[in-house]
């Protein structure tokens, strides 16, 4: 048995772990463009504010490949697939691979807008551990507190925005939608987390696009649609990632927005499965097959795959969204349609304090999104009831109360063991 | 309402260096005496509802409680004594009787501790019971035939109760303890040989595998009384009195008749549970006669009945009626007896020192040769191997223990198990406490607590140069007393120390 | 593997299992009143009392054998140790992102905090200082056990 992974991140990563729970002979071949061994995504913003070192950003172990008998292939962006015969190339020309399962693990890719695209030398994504380095660079040189741009008030572009205040610079956010984390929350708890970041001194542009801009090698100034005229040193550009598939041009590959996934996680093409922010796989809530970009998903998509691809046939049960996104302090976390406001939900709130701000979403008695800000105790009991769409019609009442228990809300479902995923 | 003039009985102290606030003491209290003030960001205690019951100082983790005597005294007066003021207090507050729980605390003279025991010296060897057996085994119930004329038990075995040590589980019905309770009980009884009483009030469906080693009450209320019950069960006892109350019914309030308890006893859940004062179809010893005899029509003669009474001034003569009466158990329960629930007035001045009446049953029952027709079964304030030893030297056959197995359980004597809010679990029907007994650690209480006497039993008694327990039966030249006068040694037919 | 298990009947939600948890997580396991008066941070217990119509349980993580706060570890940090069964936190690894507090579907791992950085707060099963869960070891009512399910 031969496996192929393409890509090295967080689904591959699942999906080694996944393979070896069934398949301890096997041989498993990553083959990635990145230089790293799998390192953290989520954790280049805290290796640019400092909070980690180098060592701790990788996601597993040091000897990961080794106990695992993995041959990892990196800086490798041009590998070629032919699905019929089943061959893997490294890069075109070099020696046939044969495969019997081949996982798709490549991710997302940052999608950079039009204006930044100018060879600007001060214009930096923040998606790579090369990103971060390259901006950590930048820092360096520059000396000086720096102004930077950030274009994108998303989950990356926040991080971005806080990595670069903890290393002191002068931040500035630019969003073009009506609130920060629009994809996540909805005005209320978009604008809680606007004052909390302004407070901290963290400058922030809602419902504002980059109208002009003015520099030659260096992007120096932009200006928004309020008129606002934006001094930078530096840009970052945040403004959402895309599933990574375009480069592998197959024919009998059913693509939608990301890689089409059946409840196996295996494609269109037969022995070929995708896992993690490059697949489009059932999402629960919707009941249809959404990209569900979160590092959760990844790890399991990947290791369901991963089982399945040794011969397993575990079925996907679905995923939800859920983020936890700790802001300068300020603890935020989400879960499902946790932005949705349309008129047939049920919306139950509390603030208790300025920065303290809870709401549940619900349709027919069933929760299907929640926003925590501040206080985000056993928040773990809503992601579940949303996730199992339980009727909450007999503790809707509780569901505010600071004693909330797992007993209480999680006995609809009679017999949970936990973790069947 | 004007000023209460009760004062608080106890103080609690808190030793602020050692409270970490963890509110376990606020969880704890059923009767809300602490509770944790949001302003203050402390626990604050109300001492005037604190009953000295030590929940709160035992579970405290650091130690940092302490319960005191509120040391308010009133102006010392010999007479006036500061009990009788404050219950005139009370009653001139609420018009009512006083009630109390457990027994008489009086300070009567306690004749267990008057008496000494015997033991052998040079000319007669004692007995080391780890290197010899000692017999603890007893058997209760009628060793002869009722009369040569009676053509009943003329060829008959009689039904016994076959007892590992001399020492039983006196009644505590379902009501006035928790399930939790009979449960330890019943438990321990298996486990030692011995029997359980479930009281007046039946025994709950969860403890019908434990039947044979159950005694089940048939009182003046007859709650939870049926054919069936008393076909499975080891013994029958018709309950006429009690030690702490008697001449006294009983009154289960309504609010402890929950579910459980209705269908134990057979009642509508929430009424009254009113066992009247004397058994109405009663009234000479022809009646109870009459009732032993159905009862035990009702279980073909294979089950010993016994008749409990109180210890009053006339045992003897009543003893010997209810042995004339065709019980094969007499079981006499002195005024220091517990209660789940008593008027102060009588069990504080009711009835009289199980010791003397024990001594006066066995006497007249040895004068009048029906000793072996019947067994005695004293209760009332055992409250150690020793006590037990004395009882057995004085003529009893077994005792009961009630007060006892509930220390046993847990109980730490506050006397406040009217009041349905025992923080131990043991006088009580609300479910959050009655959770607080596991069964089974207090099962193991008691287990240990029989053994450990077994073992005391049985060292005195080898100290004494005799291997049996029936040997020491009545064997009054076994004890000594010391401080008695001359009628009180005389009653307890026993010799003065020196003698 | 060997968990804590609780036994409903006799669980009287009095919290003891609580303190002696808070404090054997504490700078002092093994002194209760040291770790409530001297410890710099306040003493946090990993596990939870829950009351429900009259009845409390006191519940700590299951250790699952597929553990959703591993599988959503963001930094690697949370694992489940391959000899012991237990699910743990490598807290040099861990950045605190608290994405393990809201993938426990029970709720069980608290946000927390030590020596100013964020962490996650979970039942270890006492195996770092003591041979027994001091949850267990402490209840009054011997109404935890540990052990095989
Ligand atoms: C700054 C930032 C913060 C984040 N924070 C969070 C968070 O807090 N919580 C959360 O749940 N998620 C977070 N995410 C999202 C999370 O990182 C992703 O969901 C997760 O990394 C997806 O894993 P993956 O394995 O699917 O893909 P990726 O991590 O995107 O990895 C794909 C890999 O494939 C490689 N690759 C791509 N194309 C090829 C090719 N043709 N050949 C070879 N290799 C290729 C890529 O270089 C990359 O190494 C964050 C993301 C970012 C950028």
Redesign the interface.
Known sequence: MRYVIIGNSTAAIGAVEGIREIDKQGEIIIISDEVYEAYSRPLISYYLSGKIIEKNIYYRDKNFYVQNGVALHTGQSNVQINPETKIVWIEPGSEQIHYDKLLIATGGKPVVPDFLNGGYDNVFLFHSFDDVKKIDDFLKKAGKRQNVAIIGGGLVGLKAAESMFFRGQDVAVVEAGDCLLNSILDLKAGNIVENYLKRRGISIFIQNIVEEKEGEDKLERLILSDGTILECDMVIAAAGIKPNYAWLNLKNLKVDKGILVDEYLQTSIDGIYAAGDVAQAYEIISGEKKVVPILPNAYIQGRIAGANMAGENVRYRGSIAFNSIPLLGLNIVTAGLSNCDDRDSEIIEEFRGEFNYKKFILKDDVLVGTVLIGDIYRCGIYRYLIEKKIKITDFKQSILSPEISWRLLGRAEAGFKGGTY | MGINLVMQEYEVLRNE??C?????CV??CANNVHRWDEDWQMIISDDKYCVNCHRCVV?C??GALSIRKNANDFTFNANWENRHIKNIYRQAQSGGVLLTGMGNDRPYPVYWDKMVLNASQVTNPSIDPLREPIELKVFLGRKSALNEKDEVFKDDIFPWLELDLPVMFSAMSFGSVSLNVHKALARAAETMGTYWNAGEGGVHADLKKSMNHTIVQVASGRFGVNPAMLKEAAAVEIKIGQGAKPGIGGHLPGEKVGQEVADTRMIPVGSDAISPAPHHDIYSIEDLKQLIFAIKEATDYKKPVAVKVAAVHNIAAIASGIARAGADIIVIDGFRGGTGAAPQAIRDNVGIPIEFALAAVDQRLREEGIRNEVSIVVAGSIRNSSDIVKAVALGADAVYIGTAALIALGCHMCQKCYTGKCNWGIATQD??LV??L?P??GARKLVNLLTAWQHEIKEMLGGMGINAIESLRGNRLMLRGIGLNKKELEILGIKAAGE | MKKVYVIEDFCIGCGTCMVYCAAAHSEYPKDLLKAFKLSSLKPVPRLFIEEEEGNSYSLMCRHCDEPLCVYSCISGAMFKDNRTGVVKVDKERCVGCFTCVIACPYGFIREGSENGRSLPLKCDLCKDSFDMPQCVEHCPNEALRYGEE
């Open positions: 260096a050692k970490i606030g963890c509110k376990i969880n704890q579970f983790p650091t479910p959050k959770k607080r596991n089974e650690i």
